[in-house]
Every structure is written in C-alpha cells, then in structure tokens.
C-alpha cells in the first residue's frame, strides 16, 4: 500500500472536484507590480526557499480508492514561466492564460510563477503566482507573496537566508 500524506478535508475536495470535474478553475492569482531590476537567480532562489518552507508547495493530490490525499514525492521545483514583455500591460494576457489553464493535480505542484522583466518603457517587472485554491485562500497568497519578496530582498542584499 502506498503511504500518502494527509487526507484532503471536504472543502479541499470540493476545489479538487471543481478544478478539475466542472468548467471552472479553483485557483487563486495574484499579481505583483515591483519597480526596479531583479535577477532570475533571485527569484529561482526565492521560490527554493518558500518551497521548502512550506510542506503544501512539495505536494500534488492523489486519488485514491479510499479519498483523496496530498502527497509529496521528489518534489520537483516550483515552475517559473518567463514571459516575454511585448505592451506594457502584458499582466492582463498572462492572468488570463493562468486561469485558462487548470492544474494538473495529479500530477504537478500546486503553485506557479509568471515573470514578467521590465521593458517596454516600464522599469516595473511584473510576477504573476497562481495557486490551487485546495491549498490556500487569498489572504495566505498574499502573505506567501510577501515572505517571497523578502526573501528576494534578503538575498538581493547579499543575506545569508
């Protein structure tokens, strides 16, 4: 028998079944507009540290005979998209695109990252995460959010984290 983690309570089951039996998305974005430059090392860092903090960003869900579990496996990391900036409002296309695409669950992490570089005319880079709704609300985004941009700025500064 295969040993999973923690059994999904029924409000996570709900988004699960939602996300991934109805039309419809459970995920949560939210979307960060920060002046100044940033290198991609920083941020591939940054996303280590918080995944490694935080057990649910290790995990993906399984269905199994008796409920669905989280399960954390070699978990891979967190996926970064870099998107190119072509307009200086490509956050709106990016945000679309996010939700248009449903997680994986059985399969993927339930957290990913779009960057944005500066460009265009704009010194602001933009960082788009979108999480499965199973593992956190919009409060927790934001907070998880913050603790990645200090630890972006931990590291830009040359802290030990």
Known sequence: MKNYGRKLAPVEEEFELYQNQLEGTA????LMRVR?????????????????????????IVDS????YF??????EIPLRIVERNKEKQWLEVIEEEFSQKFDSQRDL???LAYIPSGFGSDIFDLIFTIHHSIS?????????????????RIAAGEQV
């Open 71 to 76: 399960e954390a496996e070699q978990a891979p």
């Open 36 to 60: 100044g430059a940033i290198n991609i090392h920083v941020i591939k860092q940054s996303l280590s540290l918080i995944q490694q903090r935080h057990p649910f960003l290790q995990m993906h």
């Open 65 to 68: 005979k008796d409920g669905m």
């Open 110 to 112: 339930l957290l990913k």
């Open 27 to 30: 995920s949560i974005a939210a």
């Open 137 to 153: 609300d919009g409060v927790s985004l934001i907070e998880l959010c913050r603790e990645f941009l200090d630890y972006c700025a």
